[in-house]
């Protein structure tokens, strides 16, 4: 009589365990068909960034820097300082250089009225001689000229005429020089006005600024230490900019399309921090075929591997600003991939980010400015 409780019980327990099963199977079926496969995931997914590299663009000693290691700094804020004496040198030469090219132009451009003072006198001379020959032919029959003086006169109208045609020819030849340009803009003039441009700019890179704002990284410049054009000596990385890679399975991106939304965690912060961001972009290979010695897949001794492929994403600022992701962070990655309306690939440009331009641009202004007051400091009165 007491076994049957046990049995009872028993029975009771296995359809309890068997509807517990069913429920969870059944709930797991719902949530999948309803969320789960709308969804991919990768844990191997990182955050990037730019690395934007400080190079010098002049050899030079350094004898000056302003930033270390983890320093915030702003675009256009000094970081490294090179002898600008040799610059300053040629500077020099090349500014004497323009002011003696101005005036050597002006020359020119003064020498054509001298030119044609000539030829007009030159064609004087060629008509005085002409009518004094005129005069002495017919009396050199009556003898009341010498033969003599005949073959002067005539002699003289070959030299004034040999000396017409030199003093048109020199005329043509100066205003070939002249013709078509004013001063400021004759090729000798433009030629030494670039050399100041160049001296000019080596001398303003002799300071070496912050072409973005961000955090310095990577330093390896010392003070006296000889540095070559294109060295790095340090680098700066704005951090509110990055971007996360994440490193999908083949099998995954069936449906991942631009555009589509994506949830992602950080390990530094945990999941009670949550970033949001989009895919920007897929990849155009998968690591293994741009790495530095990818797969020989055609030998013979091959066994397959699935493959990742980078997904680009996009993060929203904001949560940026109060908790900031470092480059090379793990992350993990949720994509939401139900709407597949978007496309694969990119089928326009990303607009770019215009950043060292606004740095860089004084440079070229103050270089103009001071090529242009040199000029006008020596052209004077003959502004042509």
Do not use: C
């Amino acid at each position: 009589m007491a076994r049957v409780p046990v049995r009872g019980r028993r029975r009771s327990v296995l359809v309890l365990l068997f509807v517990v099963f069913v429920a969870a199977g059944a709930g797991w079926a719902l949530w999948w068909h309803l969320v789960g496969r709308w969804h991919e995931s990768t844990d191997n997914a990182y955050v990037a960034g730019h690395v934007v590299q400080v190079t010098p663009q002049v050899a030079g000693t350094v004898v000056g820097i302003g930033a270390e290691d983890t320093d915030r700094v702003q675009a256009g804020q000094v970081l490294v300082r090179l002898d600008p004496s040799d610059a300053r040198v040629a500077l020099g030469q090349a500014e004497a250089q323009l002011a003696q090219a101005v005036r050597e132009v002006r020359t020119l451009y003064a020498r054509n009225a001298s030119l044609e003072a000539l030829q007009a006198q030159r064609a004087t001379e060629l008509a005085k001689a002409q009518e004094d020959f005129a005069r002495r032919s017919p009396l050199a029959a009556t003898g009341a000229v010498s033969r003599e003086d005949v073959e002067h006169a005539r002699n003289a109208v070959e030299a004034s005429r040999a000396a017409l045609s030199a003093a048109r020819e020199d005329l043509v030849t100066n205003r070939v020089r002249t013709e078509g340009t004013a001063v400021v803009h004759h090729p000798g003039v433009a030629a030494a006005a670039a050399r100041v441009r160049d001296a000019h700019l080596a001398v303003q890179r002799t300071v070496i600024a912050a072409p973005v704002a961000g955090y310095i990284a990577r330093r390896t410049v010392q003070v006296g230490q000889r540095v070559a054009p294109g060295a790095v000596m340090m680098a700066v990385v704005p951090l509110d900019s990055v971007w996360v890679e994440a490193n999908f399975k083949e099998v995954q991106l069936r449906s991942m399309r631009i555009g589509q939304p994506v949830r992602l965690h950080s390990d530094v912060y945990g999941n009670q921090v949550e970033y949001r961001g989009r895919i920007a972009g897929l990849a155009a290979g998968t690591g293994g075929a741009f790495a530095l010695l990818p797969p020989q897949n055609a030998t013979g001794n091959w066994i397959k591997v699935v493959q990742r492929l980078p997904v680009r994403i996009a993060l929203e600022p904001g949560r940026l600003t109060t908790h900031p992701l470092l480059i090379g962070l793990s992350m993990h990655a949720d994509v939401e991939i139900r709407d597949t309306s978007g496309l694969q690939l990119a089928a326009a440009p990303r607009a770019a980010q215009a950043w060292v331009p606004a740095v860089f641009a004084k440079e070229t202004e103050n270089a103009e400015a001071r090529v242009q007051a040199i000029i006008a400091a020596n052209l004077g009165s003959a502004r042509r």
